[in-house]
């Protein structure tokens, strides 16, 4: 019997499919992780730590002091990162009075140095008008302080040599309890001006070279975390150049400017500084050798 063939075109369309193995579950996914504020406001991935690894490699580290006008911003974020990246460090201002904003260009927030706090600096402008001052920053900052050291100290008051053991709680205070350093990194022409005036005027008690840095960084929060990275990486080109000649030409006399080792670290600054200022064109550096 003769078959229809209208039917066998149909059949295709009627046959159940074969049974075919279930897909495959969806892989699964790990949520990516919450990026927590930087000190300053800004995500730190938006600066990375070009600088420090955080990680201690051991052996010497020179002692290093950062330098703002009123030790609030920017010599406060370098001392930070500098103490994260295990360097012996100070900071200080070198202003009559530290002077923060207020609610307006006439009206400056005014406070002493060596006797006033972060912790009461933080808590009066909280007070004030606790709004306003998240807003621009200035408590985050403080908090940022308040966990660095006590609060804001003047260069012009610090007295060069003497044992800082009052602040041994401060970050990076392992190594400078002496009361003195190798590097003084200020962060402002006219700060580096004081610095250097100021040593000159002392006369050089203890002579011992110092070499002081102006690595030129815009007083706002942003330009404060790309300068305490920039003053890292120097401060590594610098330490690891110091290693160098310490271990090639051996250790005599470094501390008072003497010997192989000390006058061949000497002799390579200015080309590591210019080295290191090809990679931060935008932050402008001065240098001179002083003395204590």
């Known amino acids: 019997m003769a078959s229809d063939p209208r039917l066998a075109r149909l059949t295709p369309r009627t046959a159940t499919p074969p049974n075919l193995p279930p897909p495959p579950p969806p892989p699964e996914t790990t949520p990516a992780p919450t990026q927590s504020p930087g000190l300053d406001g800004a995500g730190d991935e938006d600066y990375p730590d070009v600088g420090g690894t955080g990680r201690d490699e051991g052996g010497f580290k020179l002692k290093f002091c950062t330098v703002c006008a009123s030790n609030q911003n920017r010599s406060m974020e370098a001392h930070l990162r500098l103490s994260a990246s295990h360097y012996p460090v100070l900071s200080f201002g070198t202003g009559s009075l530290v002077r923060l904003p207020g609610p307006s260009i006439t009206q400056p927030n005014v406070y002493a140095f060596n006797t006033t706090s972060y912790s009461t600096i ?33 260069w012009q008051d610090w007295p060069i040599g003497r044992p800082r053991l009052e602040h041994i709680s401060d970050k990076g205070s392992a190594g400078v309890e002496g009361g003195v350093v190798d590097v003084v990194i200020t962060c402002e022409e006219r700060c580096w001006d004081a610095v250097v005036d100021d040593l000159m005027s002392r006369g050089a008690p203890l002579n011992r070279p110092v070499h002081v840095i102006n690595v030129d960084i815009k007083d706002n929060h942003e330009e404060a975390l790309v300068g305490g990275n920039a003053i890292v990486d120097l401060a590594d080109c610098l330490n690891r150049a110091a290693r160098e000649e310490r271990e090639g030409t051996g250790v005599d006399g470094w501390n008072e400017g003497l010997g192989k080792g000390r006058a061949g670290f000497d002799e390579r600054v200015p080309d590591i500084i210019a080295e290191w200022q090809g990679r931060w064109p935008h932050l402008p550096a001065l240098w001179t050798l002083a003395w204590f």
């Open 122 to 154: 933080y808590s009066e402008l909280s007070s004030k008008d606790a709004r306003l001052y998240r807003a621009n920053g200035l408590l985050t900052m403080l908090e940022r302080n308040k966990a660095v050291k006590w609060g804001p100290e003047r």
